[in-house]
């Protein structure tokens, strides 16, 4: 099982970027697949979650700009960050929890490359 994330960049303060991620291998099913984003000197939080029964969570600094959707048939989650702002540059990672293969394996937070979004003032 592996995890391909795409989709940083440099983007001015005010813009846009979408990042992705998919999930690869023989993969019956994903529960939960969320972004993380780590700062130079700072811990890595959450940035939004989606569960498989269609529940999201959101930091607090990123409601109403961020959205995540997934593609389950895909296994692929999305991230549509608007009105970005300096203090959203980060390495951003996908995650997911509880992924469960055809052939019987379990695999509980699986981390993705990570991928650089700069957002310049």
């Known amino acids: 099982v592996q995890l391909q994330a795409s989709g940083g960049g440099l983007v001015q303060a005010g813009g846009s970027l979408r990042l992705s991620c998919a999930a690869s291998?023989?993969?019956?099913?994903?529960?939960?697949m969320g972004w993380y984003r780590q700062a130079p000197g700072k811990e890595r939080e959450l940035v939004a979650a989606?569960?498989?029964?269609?529940?999201?969570v959101y930091a607090d600094s990123v409601k109403g700009r961020f959205t995540i959707s997934r593609d389950n048939a895909k296994y692929t989650v999305y991230l549509q960050m608007n009105t970005l702002k300096p203090e959203d540059t980060a390495v951003y990672y996908c995650?997911?929890?509880?992924?469960?293969?055809?052939?019987?394996?379990?695999?509980?937070?699986?981390w993705g490359q990570g991928t650089q979004v700069t957002v310049s003032s």
């Open positions: 291998g023989s993969i019956f099913s994903i529960n939960v």
């Open positions: 989606s569960t498989s029964g269609g529940s999201t």
């Open positions: 995650n997911v929890d509880r992924l469960s293969t055809y052939d019987g394996r379990s695999y509980y937070s699986l």
